[in-house]
C-alpha cells in the first residue's frame, strides 16, 4: 500500500495518498516511511503543521535521518519558525555532511533573513529621515 500511496502522491493525487498514508500509520504508528512521505505530501499542500507532526514523529524513529530533517526544517521555515528551521537543517548537516539539500535549504533561510534585515534597516533609515529623530531617541521605535 505505501508504494501504492507513493505512486498517488507522484501524480499528484495528494488527497488520495494522504488518505493511503494515514490508513497505514493507523495500523502501524511507527512506519516510518509512511510517516516521512505523508510529512512531504503535508508540504506539497502546504499543510505545514501537519507537516511539522508527522516528521516530528517520524524523527522520533530515526532522530538523525538527513531527508526528514531537512523537510521538517522547510515545514518550520514556511512557518516562519527561522531558528528551528536553522536548526533542523543544521543537524542534517551534521548527520549527513554532503546533503546538498540541507546547505542548499540553509543558505535559502539565512539569505531571506539578511534580506528581510536589510529592508528593515531601510525603512527604518526612512523613517528617521522623515521625522528627523536619531534611532535610538525615535519614540515610534521604542515607545513613550
Avoid at 493525487?13 to 512506519?31: G, Q, T, V, W
Avoid at 514523529?57 to 528551528?84: E, W, Y
Amino acid at each position: 500500500m505505501l508504494q501504492a500511496a507513493l505512486a498517488l502522491q507522484q501524480w499528484g493525487d495528494f488527497k488520495e495518498a494522504r488518505r493511503k498514508y494515514e490508513s497505514i500509520i493507523a495500523r502501524d504508528p511507527r512506519n516510518f516511511n509512511a510517516l516521512e512521505l505523508c510529512g512531504v505530501e503535508a508540504i506539497q499542500q502546504e499543510a505545514y503543521r501537519d507537516a511539522v507532526q508527522l516528521l516530528r514523529r517520524a524523527l522520533a524513529l530515526r532522530s538523525n535521518d538527513a531527508p526528514v530533517l531537512t523537510n521538517f526544517g522547510i515545514a518550520h521555515q514556511k512557518l516562519g519558525q527561522t531558528a528551528d528551521a536553522l536548526e533542523c537543517f543544521d543537524k542534517a548537516i551534521a548527520s549527513k555532511p554532503d546533503f546538498a539539500s540541507a546547505h542548499h535549504n540553509r543558505a535559502n533561510v539565512l539569505r531571506e533573513a539578511k534580506r528581510l534585515k536589510g529592508s528593515t534597516r531601510k525603512l527604518s533609515s526612512r523613517h528617521h529621515a522623515a521625522t528627523g529623530q536619531l534611532p535610538y531617541s525615535c519614540q515610534s521605535c521604542f515607545g513613550a
